[in-house]
């Protein structure tokens, strides 16, 4: 009884109701393709903790996460009954050479919504982008670059409530096959998402 009055008066029992400053393990989902994997596979390396980690999202450009009933939103709502639904959600736009519509990005975005916590925040990028000259075969000659204006122009529609934190980068040296990030960076993506949302 003495060490509890002793807690009160120093006003030491105050420590188990603080707050933690970072934010919760595993609280934040995404969606993506293999570009948003490799960001996945180097924050995990870097030893981000707020965002999952890679779970299979190979292929899955826009088009797969229009249906809010499709196979990637089923493989997202199995992380769901891992980690609970999340109260942050990074959608990356991704394409092939047939690239997607504004209405298409705004659909990913509400899909986003549906899946996650109630109010949850949302981030929106393009795919990672390269030193001039480089161009991925996947995406077509400006592909990378038309995923940024439209994570761009959905951050600047106040109504889709979007955040654009900026956009990843590949330098040559990073890039594998000329798509994706080698192991090197992996990381470099990884240290980038952890500048962006911790």
């Known amino acids: 009884m003495h060490l509890l009055q002793l807690f009160i008066l120093t ?27 490799n960001v996945a596979q180097g924050y995990v390396a870097v030893q981000g903790q707020r965002m999952w980690g890679p779970y299979g999202t190979g292929g899955m450009v826009v088009q797969s996460w ?24 990074w959608v990356q736009i991704c394409i092939f050479t047939q690239g997607a519509t504004f209405d298409e990005v705004k659909k990913l975005i509400g899909n986003a919504r549906q899946h996650a916590a109630p109010n949850a925040t949302v981030y929106i990028t393009g795919q990672p982008l390269y030193d001039a000259g480089q161009t991925c075969p996947l995406a077509g000659a400006n592909g990378p670059q038309s995923t940024d204006a439209l994570a761009q122009q959905a951050a600047k529609d106040a109504s889709l ?32 998402a952890i500048a962006f949302w911790g």
């Open 11 to 37: 006003g030491l029992s105050a420590i188990t109701s603080a707050v933690p400053t970072a934010e919760a393990a595993k609280s934040m989902g995404f969606i993506g393709c293999s570009m948003a994997e």
């Open 66 to 89: 229009t249906n809010t009933n499709s196979a990637s939103w089923k493989l997202f709502d199995q992380q769901v009954a891992k980690y609970g639904k999340p109260t942050a959600v």
């Open 161 to 192: 409530g979007v955040t654009y934190p900026g956009a990843f980068k590949l330098k040559p040296g990073e890039v594998q096959d000329g798509c994706h990030a080698n192991t090197v960076g992996q990381q470099s993506l990884g240290k980038q």
